[in-house]
């Protein structure tokens, strides 16, 4: 069993920075790949990005490309996104999950966070 806890969320303005953290614990944490998702209201989940367990393989979605970036402290059991450039249609609330493999899938991941807030005022 593996518990994640998101933290870092906030209500910042457009062009503001927020660094989202994944706190693993249970399970080997670098056994595992990183996906973080969101949902803003109204809409359904939506995939945001993905590390692999080494932290060597990145992948986002267009919407974030160039903006957000994945990382993780596998010594810290601790994946983290890094939001820059954030803007109002970003406001949603951001699940970290965990897996097996770098899917865009939600269904493929077996753990996931409670997620935190982000708002992004104009």
């Known amino acids: 069993q593996v518990q994640l806890v998101e933290s870092g969320g906030g209500l910042v303005q457009a062009g503001d920075s927020l660094r989202l953290s994944c706190a693993a614990s249970?399970?080997?944490?670098?056994?595992?790949?990183v996906g973080w998702f969101r949902q803003a209201p109204g809409k359904e989940r939506e995939f945001v990005a993905v590390?692999?367990?080494?932290?060597?393989?990145?992948y986002y979605a267009d919407s974030v490309k160039g903006r957000f970036a994945s990382s993780r402290d596998n010594a810290k059991n601790t994946g983290y996104l890094q939001m820059n450039s954030l803007k109002p249609e970003d406001t949603a609330v951001y699940y970290c999950?965990?897996?097996?493999?770098?899917?865009?899938?939600?269904?493929?991941?077996?753990?996931w966070g409670q997620g935190t807030q982000v708002t992004v005022s104009s």
């Open positions: 999950a965990a897996g097996l493999d770098t899917s865009i899938a939600a269904r493929r991941y077996v753990y």
């Open positions: 249970g399970r080997t944490f670098n056994s595992l790949t």
């Open positions: 590390i692999n367990r080494s932290g060597s393989y990145t």
